[in-house]
């Protein structure tokens, strides 16, 4: 391959680094229009279409059966955490806070390939990831950065919200390490998202999911959202296979930092500077577990290539 083809690949890899930062302020837009749970359910039966025609529908039957039951499982479970913790928030501005928590998971796929996957690191994953820690309570004590106290009063203003944003961080972790252990190359993605949608469906019809107001705003907002899940996994899929897989691990470590600004603007949610030092401080984190890992052959999937290589 020459290198202006890998030089475009890399650049339509990094188009989804931008489309993924812009899913915490679309999945806020559509909840507000459609509800939590009807809005998350339509996003991803829009998204699963999009795949469809992008990715195709994989051959279910050639699959890994360890991947297929246990990996679908842990992905419709982190994206129904991801999606119902944002719709789920007070305001804007908590669903940015929420999403900043999410983001906790490139940390814990690292400390999970470590501990699982036998991925050798060396002293710096420490560091790392008491960082991250440390900027997710930076994130959360308000205008005053580090404070347990306001800390522990936005959290029980909304235990849901954040209780299903940090699962979902933990839950990626595990299924990023199932998928590096049993895929076997295959790329379940469509197919997992039409199981979220079911998932979605499902639980709106039971338990029900509130009145839906359809606007034009609503609709903009659900169709952005489905192109940037589902366009997103597409163009990495293009960047991780033929471009530079270096630039773009890279690039993803600072999603966290790219979605505040973009939820920021989208949400017309004003940010504190004690925010914008603890998000600093994920990224950080992150890229300093991500640093600790590089000395060596990586056995474990640190981003979220997981989702389009297999």
Avoid at 107 to 126: C, D, G, M, P, Y
């Amino acid at each position: 391959m020459d290198s202006k083809c890998k030089n475009r690949a890399t650049l339509i890899g990094l188009a989804a680094v931008v489309l993924w930062s812009s899913i915490v302020g679309l999945i806020r837009g559509v909840s507000e229009s459609f509800g939590p749970t009807g809005g998350a359910a339509m996003m991803y039966t829009v998204a699963s279409v999009f795949l469809l025609f992008s990715v195709g529908f994989p051959q279910l039957k050639t699959f890994p059966k360890r991947y297929l039951y246990v990996g679908s499982l842990l992905f419709v479970a982190y994206e129904l955490c991801l999606s119902l913790s944002i719709g789920y928030a007070n305001s804007a501005q908590q669903a940015i806070e929420v999403g900043m928590v999410n983001y906790l998971w490139p940390t814990f796929t690292l400390i999970s390939a470590i501990v699982f996957n036998k991925q050798r690191a060396n002293f710096w994953v420490i560091p790392g990831f008491f960082l991250s820690m440390l900027g997710i309570c930076w994130v959360l004590g308000g205008d005053r950065g580090l404070d347990f106290a306001e800390m522990a009063a936005n959290v029980l203003a909304n235990p849901l919200s954040y209780g299903l944003a940090f699962a979902g961080a933990v839950i990626w972790a595990a299924y990023c390490t199932v998928t590096t252990r049993y895929a076997e190359g295959k790329n379940g993605v469509t197919f997992f998202f039409m199981l979220v949608a079911a998932a979605l469906w499902a639980k709106y019809l039971v338990a029900g999911g509130g009145q839906m107001h359809v606007s034009t705003l609503g609709i903009v907002y659900l169709v952005l959202a489905a192109c940037a899940m589902g366009f997103g996994y597409a163009a990495w899929n293009v960047g991780i296979l033929r471009g530079n897989v270096t630039v773009l691990a890279g690039a993803s470590y600072f999603i966290p930092v790219f979605s505040a600004a973009i939820s920021a603007m989208l949400l017309q949610a004003p940010l504190s500077f004690a925010f914008w030092q603890g998000a600093a401080m994920v990224c950080g984190g992150s890229i300093l577990c991500w640093t600790a890992t590089r000395s060596r052959r990586p056995t474990g999937v640190t981003s979220k290539a997981v989702d389009v290589r297999e």
